[in-house]
C-alpha cells in the first residue's frame, strides 16, 4: 500500500538551515505537500509541488523532488524560534483525492 | 471570511455515549475529508465524499459515521462501537486541482 516516511525529530539552531525529509511509496503519485502543525491546531498548509517538477522556491522555503527515487525535501532557510512545529509531507494522486500522510517531523529550533 | 470551521474545540464523552462533531465550509468545495490524529502519529483518513449525498470508508471507518445532505456540511458521529476514540479529529475540504484546506480540529477525550 501506500507509504509515506519521515524522521521524527530534528533540531537546529536559530539562523541556521532546516532540512526535513521525506520518502515515499506510491509511483503514481501527482501533489506532493508539506504542511506545517503547531500545538493544539490544524494544519496549515505550506507548499507543494507536482510531481513534474524537480524544484520549487517560495521565500525561505525550497522544495527538491527526486522522483527517481520518490524522495521528497523541504529546506527552510534563516529558521527561526517560530518556525518551531510538525512538519508533515503528503501525497495524493489528484488533487480532490484523500491525502497519505507521514507521522511527522517535530522541528525545535534554538535560540 | 471564506474558511472550514470544526466545533467543538473540546468534546468529553462518556463511555457508551455517540458524539456529534460538526465540520462546516463556504468554500465551495465538492470534497470533504475527515482524519484522525494520534499523538506522534500521522493522520488517518476515516471517511471522505466527493459529492453530496456520496461518502467513502477510509482506513479506519469502523466505529464512525458520516453524512453529507449538504455540500457545506459534513458531521462526524463517533459512535460507542469505536473502543479509542479519544484523539485529534481534523475536518478538511478541497476543490479539484486544488489543495486541502484544514479546519482547527476537535479534541475528543473519553471519560
Known amino acids: 500500500g501506500e507509504d509515506v516516511e519521515q524522521s521524527l525529530f530534528l533540531s537546529v539552531r536559530e539562523g541556521d538551515s532546516s532540512v526535513i525529509n521525506c520518502t515515499y511509496t506510491d509511483s503514481s503519485s501527482t501533489y506532493l505537500y508539506w504542511y506545517k502543525q503547531e500545538p493544539g491546531a490544524g494544519l496549515q498548509l505550506l507548499t507543494y509541488?507536482?510531481?513534474?517538477?524537480d524544484m520549487k522556491q517560495d521565500q525561505r522555503l525550497t522544495v527538491l523532488l527526486n522522483k527517481k527515487d520518490k524522495h521528497l525535501s523541504l529546506r527552510i532557510a534563516d529558521t527561526q524560534t517560530g518556525d518551531s512545529a510538525i512538519y508533515f509531507c503528503?501525497?495524493?494522486?489528484?488533487?480532490?483525492?484523500?491525502?497519505?500522510f507521514g507521522k511527522g517531523t517535530r522541528l525545535s529550533v534554538i535560540a | 471570511d471564506g474558511g472550514i470551521t470544526q466545533s467543538p474545540k473540546y468534546l468529553f464523552r462518556k463511555e457508551g455515549q455517540n458524539v456529534t462533531l460538526s465540520c462546516e465550509q463556504n468554500l465551495n468545495h465538492d470534497a470533504m475529508y475527515w482524519y484522525r490524529q494520534d499523538p506522534g502519529q500521522g493522520l488517518r483518513l476515516i471517511y471522505y465524499?466527493?459529492?453530496?449525498?456520496?461518502?467513502q470508508k477510509g482506513d479506519i471507518a469502523e466505529g464512525y459515521s458520516v453524512s453529507r445532505e449538504k455540500k457545506e456540511s459534513f458531521p462526524l458521529t463517533v459512535t460507542s462501537a469505536q473502543k479509542n476514540p479519544t484523539a485529534f479529529y481534523l475536518c478538511?475540504?478541497?476543490?479539484?486541482?486544488?489543495?486541502?484546506?484544514f479546519g482547527p480540529g476537535t479534541r475528543l477525550t473519553v471519560l
Open positions: 478538511a475540504s478541497s476543490a479539484p486541482l486544488y489543495e486541502q484546506f
Open positions: 503528503a501525497e495524493s494522486v489528484s488533487g480532490n483525492t484523500p491525502l497519505v
Open positions: 465524499s466527493q459529492i453530496v449525498n456520496d461518502f
Open positions: 509541488i507536482f510531481s513534474n517538477m
